[in-house]
């Protein structure tokens, strides 16, 4: 006996049909603003020739994360250019730090509100375990039907995924805060504002710089898989390099995107290190 199946399909297509017709205005002016800024970005990124952005990153490398960063960023910059890679690298940059500065938005006051409001977090927190636990290509479906094919569907996409990590390490890194430190201030008669303005949200930073260190590596990696809907940049020179068969300039794309992930993961995770409050509570442990 064969059981019938639910319409779970048919109902998220008739879900996704619902909002493209009831939300268009939203939707063309949520494509526009992300096209126009990533455009803005990558103006901005392309209007200083390469040498200035490699002298300047390796700087950035050197003071963030030592001297090690720095001979590694300028060889693997340097590599990028010589190989014809660089203004593609510059594309998926513009479309990284788009998507990751749109899930910042919306993940710190996120992250901050479940942290501060258990029955919230008790609400979201199967939303947030819905959308970590989704195959990636998933995301593209919704994207595409929703926002067509271009860099807005590909910075949404990128957007569903990379949101998740800074949530869950906000509002870990303010749950963790110690709890002495809050009981004194709230001896001082500090509100409940001025508790997380005050003394939460400043010892919490190092978490939650950690927390945009993570969502930088998500976008990162999900941007290369959005070149299937039109996100320009390495992702889409590795497709190339597919349908081609043609290793050696997969080998160089891939080589690109591993130089430019770990250029922002050890920038990023030097200054979450070199705060006050990181090295502090080093010290104490």
Known sequence: ME???LPLGRAGEAGV???????????EGFAAAVTAFDGALLWILT???APGWIALLVVIAWHA?????AVFAAAGLLMVWNQGLWLA???T???VLTATLLSLIIAIPVGIAIAENRPLHTAVTPLLDFLQTMPRFVYLIPAVMILGIDVAPAVFATFTLAVVPPIRITAVGIAEVDRKL???GEAMGCSRWQLLGKIKLPLALPAIMLGVNQCLMMALSMVIIASLIGAAGLGDEILRAIAQLDAGQGI???LAVFVLAVILDRITRGWADRMPQARRSERSA
């Open 3 to 5: 059981i019938p199946k």
């Open 17 to 27: 049909h619902w909002i493209t017709h009831h939300f268009s205005p939203v939707i």
């Open 47 to 49: 209007a200083v020739p």
């Open 65 to 69: 994360a030592g001297r090690g960063t």
């Open 89 to 91: 690298m510059l594309k």
């Open 93 to 95: 940059l513009a479309l």
């Open 182 to 184: 809050v009981e004194a």
């Open 252 to 254: 160089m794309a891939g």
